[in-house]
């Protein structure tokens, strides 16, 4: 059994979501103090990265596999897998935070739909995301009211 103080130190990636996901957001953005605090954080991210290249940990069929697969084939070095992973994990972690917010605050504007939800749950389907994009950059135009089935 491992102790207390192992189990802390060990780096998994839920414990570190939100903070890698604005230190990513943070490092990106103008050379300032946000930039420089966000540092230590990034190379925590890259550190589970190198782990995960490392120990092979990923699912079978997963984008982490296919990238190792990719290495293994010598289509890639060995060495770039880390980047890689990061190159899809950062991004993810917007989205899926935005895409949460945003379901988040069209139930709070459409209470009818959160009950809607609560009794019939097969009605959940990504509409949040079909209705209102998760980043102002991207995301679908409607002209229409969308109607829950």
């Known amino acids: 059994?491992?102790?207390?103080?192992?189990?802390?130190?060990?780096?998994?990636?839920?414990?570190?979501?939100?903070?890698?996901?604005?230190?990513?957001?943070?490092?990106?953005?103008?050379?300032?103090?946000?930039?420089?605090?966000?540092?230590?954080?990034?190379?925590q991210m890259m550190r589970f990265a190198k782990q995960v290249v490392r120990r092979r940990s990923v699912a079978d069929g997963?984008?982490?596999?296919?990238?190792?697969?990719?290495a293994d084939a010598g289509k890639l070095a060995h060495s770039e897998c880390p980047a890689l992973m990061?190159?899809?994990?950062?991004?993810?972690?917007?989205?899926?935070?935005?895409?949460?917010s945003s379901a988040l605050a069209l139930f709070a504007m459409h209470p009818?739909?959160?009950?809607?939800?609560?009794t019939s749950r097969r009605c959940c389907r990504r509409r949040s995301t079909r209705c209102c994009a998760t980043s102002h950059r991207c995301g679908r135009s409607?002209?229409?009211?969308?109607?829950?089935?």
């Open 112 to 118: 009818d739909q959160w009950q809607l939800l609560k």
């Open 142 to 149: 409607h002209e229409r009211r969308l109607k829950t089935p």
């Open 62 to 70: 997963s984008m982490g596999h296919d990238i190792l697969v990719a």
């Open 86 to 100: 990061i190159d899809y994990l950062a991004p993810s972690l917007d989205t899926t935070i935005s895409g949460i």
């Open 1 to 43: 059994m491992q102790s207390s103080r192992s189990c802390r130190s060990r780096i998994t990636p839920r414990s570190h979501l939100l903070r890698w996901g604005a230190a990513t957001f943070d490092a990106l953005g103008p050379p300032n103090h946000y930039a420089a605090r966000a540092l230590p954080v990034t190379l």
